[in-house]
Each structure stands twice: as structure tokens, then as C-alpha cells.
């Protein structure tokens, strides 16, 4: 398969030099500094049980019609999911003239993103996907880290013939490349419980500045933590999404054994970067207020985090 990767940091560097690894074509998609080291140095990746350092196709954003849109079978969209509205629409406009346009596998944060490409591409080619067990970041341009054992599940939003049959491939490639890959018939449960964890620990830690492994450690923040998750749970319920009192605490002991890591949030804070506040703690407070219910946790650590960011900045 030919993949293009939007958004070559962390998550998207790992999965595009493992599908390299293994004999597909990737075209890797990224910008400033990071774009131009990949361009003149390769790119180098590092993994306790996985290295990569070679020359690799990357490419700006409008530079993708060079290499024959029509060719790609897969997008892989790996950017933050405040750029997904933009993305979306710009993306349209690169396969606006194939009847036949890719499968867009959105492997972002947040629960929202999927309905957005759905907006401009067919429904049926919008595949859901979430990455869990990692933690990768860019520590200079051009070099990667990660860490953990990766998992991957994947769904689509609205079945055919067609995309089960590429889930099927798709999933095949994955694990054949050495990432273990689940195939859910329901994507919006697994990206709800995904969120559970990203609303748990992702905002704290980035307040905080401390890993999670630190956070979870700690009887007094581990509440918290629960607390936190506990909301996001109440907030799916909106969307008629049934968490269960497992599947919740299910979440919270795979963030307590899980290797302890930087979350998102706080690479982003660390490198002044822009912080996913709104899809991840923002989606939990709307979909509550949708039922009269408040999101103390949420609202709390958010609206500090929020606060000291923006004072960062300036």
C-alpha cells in the first residue's frame, strides 16, 4: 500500500518508518524545522526495541499534489486535532477531482474528528483509530522517541464492503510490521474510552509538569485522576455511549501499570506549543452541560492549565 502520513511528529513518525520497515510506500508530511531536517538528514527514530535512521519522502502540505494524489490508498492524519476543521477541508481540495478518494484513518485525540472528515469525504472512507500504550515526541527536528508497547484498534463509522475489506488489510499490515492492531465494530466506545484516559491524566500533568507515572504514584492525585475519568464517562452518556463501571476502571488501571510518560499536553507546554484543551477537557464539560451536569474535575484543572498556559505565552 502507499501511505501519506499528515503530520510526521511522534505518533506519525512511528507508524510511517514501520510501515517503511516493512515494505510500504510512505510519504511523510510535516513543516518548519522538522520538515527541512527530515529533508536533508533522513529521519531518525528511536525505540527500545525498534530503531530507524534513513532517508525519507517528505513533503510540505502543498507539495502533496507532486507526488499523484490518486496513487495514495491511505491517509493517515496524525496532527493535533485542532487543526482537523482546516485539515479537512484543505485535504477535500487535494482529492477533489477522484470518485474513488483514499480511506482517511484519523489516529487523532479527541472523539470529534471523525465526524469532521465525514463532512468532506464519504462516510464510508472515513475510518476511526486510536493509538494507545505510546508515548513519542519529536526531541529535535528530524529525531524521534518513543516509547511503550503499542496498540492500535480500528473501526469504521459507517460500514460497507469496502472498508471492512480494507480494515481487514489495513489491520494485517499493521501487525505485520510489528504493531498490534484490534478491529472494533464499534470505534465510538473505543475512542470515548480513550478519551477517559487523555481527560485523566493529559491536562494534570501538563499543571502539574510531572509524568504519570508520578501522578498515579500519589494517593491524593490518583482521585483526582478517577475523578476526572469518572466525568468523561457521564459526558459519552450525551451521545447514548454506555461506559461501564468496568471499561472505567479498566482505564484507569491500564494508566496506573502503564510505563510512566510525558503526556501530549505537557511536551506542548514544554515546547510553547499549542495545547488540545478544547477536545480533549473542552468536549467532556460540553457533553455534560448537554445533561445539567457539571464537570468539576475537568472544569477546575482545565481552567488553570488554560491560565497559566496563555500567561506563558505572553
Given at each position: 500500500?502507499?501511505?501519506l502520513i499528515l503530520g510526521a511528529g511522534g505518533i506519525g513518525s512511528y507508524y510511517g518508518t514501520k510501515l517503511l ?141 469496502q472498508n471492512e475489506s480494507f480494515i481487514k488489510e489495513f489491520s494485517k499490515i499493521l501487525e505485520e510490521a510489528g ?136
Amino acid at each position: 500500500m502507499k501511505f501519506l502520513i499528515l503530520g510526521a511528529g511522534g505518533i506519525g513518525s512511528y507508524y510511517g518508518t514501520k510501515l517503511l520497515d516493512s515494505g510500504h510506500e510512505v510519504v511523510f508530511v510535516a513543516r518548519g524545522n522538522h520538515l527541512s531536517a527530515m529533508q536533508q538528514n533522513g529521519l531518525k527514530l528511536q525505540h527500545p526495541k525498534f530503531s530507524f535512521h534513513k532517508d525519507v519522502l517528505a513533503l510540505s502540505f502543498d507539495e502533496i499534489k507532486s507526488i499523484k494524489p490518486q496513487t495514495i490508498d491511505a491517509v493517515l492524519i496524525t496532527t493535533k486535532s485542532t487543526t482537523s476543521q482546516q485539515l479537512a477541508q484543505d485535504l477535500s481540495l487535494v482529492f477533489k477531482d477522484q470518485k474513488n478518494p483514499p480511506f482517511i484513518v484519523s489516529l487523532q485525540n479527541g472523539v470529534e474528528n471523525e465526524d469532521i472528515f465525514s463532512n468532506f469525504f464519504p462516510k464510508t472512507k472515513i475510518i476511526g483509530a486510536l493509538t494507545r500504550k505510546i508515548g513519542a515526541h519529536i526531541i529535535k527536528p528530524g529525531v524521534i522517541e518513543v516509547t511503550g508497547v503499542v496498540e492500535t484498534i480500528v473501526g469504521s463509522l459507517e460500514h460497507s464492503v469496502q472498508n471492512e475489506s480494507f480494515i481487514k488489510e489495513f489491520s494485517k499490515i499493521l501487525e505485520e510490521a510489528g504493531i498490534s492492531c484490534e478491529i472494533t465494530k464499534d470505534i465510538k466506545l473505543e475512542l470515548w474510552k480513550k478519551l477517559i484516559i487523555n481527560n485523566g491524566v493529559n491536562a494534570i500533568c501538563a499543571l502539574l509538569e510531572i509524568k504519570t507515572g508520578v501522578l498515579m504514584n500519589d494517593k491524593k492525585l490518583s482521585k483526582i485522576v478517577y475523578g476526572l475519568m469518572c466525568e468523561t464517562a457521564t459526558a459519552a452518556r450525551a451521545l447514548n455511549i454506555k461506559i461501564s463501571n468496568k471499561d472505567l476502571n479498566s482505564m484507569y488501571e491500564l494508566i496506573k501499570n502503564f510505563d510512566s510518560i510525558k503526556p501530549s499536553m505537557l511536551v506542548d507546554r514544554e515546547f510553547k506549543r499549542e495545547i488540545e484543551l478544547d477536545e480533549i477537557c473542552g468536549v467532556v464539560m460540553k457533553y455534560n452541560k448537554k445533561q445539567d451536569i457539571d464537570s468539576p474535575y475537568t472544569r477546575t484543572v482545565s481552567t488553570l492549565l488554560e491560565f497559566i498556559y496563555n500567561h506563558e505565552k505572553e
